[in-house]
């Protein structure tokens, strides 16, 4: 069975250094979102794509965040400088459509020091 | 923007009873409704979901229920099991956006 991969599993690093965090959606899908998930709260949508374009980013914070699907397949998640308050679970997920189910790859486990 | 508010944060049931858990959203627009399982340190995986032209949707012990006048949709487990033991999440897509909403999750206990 087709899953979402990310990579890396874990990653710690210290404050004001440079992360990136990586998702290869499952093959065909076209929407794909980026998700940051505090340890008890639901995941919340920092960006989405369909193909290689943004449908949303309004809670991305653009000063230190980006993210990028160049040619609409794989996508990259950065953060520049990374702050402590980063410090969450990043998701990715992927999906046919926009209104099609949601399939999780196994997260990134941020941890900012 | 989507408000979704869900309840309650925490179910402590005995094994083999019921489990209700309900979120309630703000946009009529909003078309499909998926709730998902999240065990610990794990991926959140879809369990069921429902599109706005069905009031009801069965997968053996699992149902959801919508009502689109009250928007608001329920998420039933039945004959509760100590492996159903995780936090459960629905989210809200609008239809004319598509953008997904989370709620804030529901921690399930099932105590065998």
């Known amino acids: 069975e087709a899953e979402v991969a990310q990579s890396p599993r874990y990653k710690i690093t210290e404050k004001s250094q440079a992360v990136a965090f990586w998702c290869d959606p499952i093959?065909?899908?076209?929407?794909l979102y980026w998700y940051r998930q505090i340890l008890g709260q639901g995941p919340e949508l920092l960006v989405q794509f369909q193909d290689e374009s943004v449908v949303d980013d309004s809670q991305l914070p653009k000063d230190r965040f980006s993210a990028e699907r160049l040619k609409g397949v794989d996508s990259t998640l950065k953060i520049q400088p990374a702050e402590l308050g980063d410090s969450a679970m990043y998701l990715c997920?992927?999906?046919?459509?926009?209104?099609?189910?949601?399939?999780f790859g196994p997260g990134t486990r941020l941890t900012v020091l | 923007g989507e408000n979704v508010e869900q309840h309650p944060s925490t179910l402590s049931v005995q094994e083999g009873d019921s489990a209700v858990i309900k979120c309630t959203y703000s946009?009529?627009?909003?078309?499909?409704f998926p709730w998902y399982k999240q065990e610990l340190g794990k991926r959140p995986q879809l369990i069921i979901d429902i599109r706005s032209n069905v009031g009801e949707k069965k997968d053996q012990r699992i149902a959801v229920t919508l009502n689109k006048t009250a928007k608001h949709f329920s998420l039933h487990i039945t004959e509760t099991q100590p492996e159903d033991s995780a936090v459960y999440f629905c989210?809200?897509?609008?239809?004319?956006?598509?953008?997904?909403?989370f709620g804030r999750g529901t921690s399930l206990i099932v105590h065998p």
């Open positions: 946009d009529s627009a909003s078309n499909y």
């Open positions: 997920a992927s999906s046919l459509a926009g209104v099609d189910t949601q399939y």
């Open positions: 989210a809200v897509v609008s239809g004319g956006s598509y953008i997904p909403t």
């Open positions: 093959s065909g899908h076209a929407t």
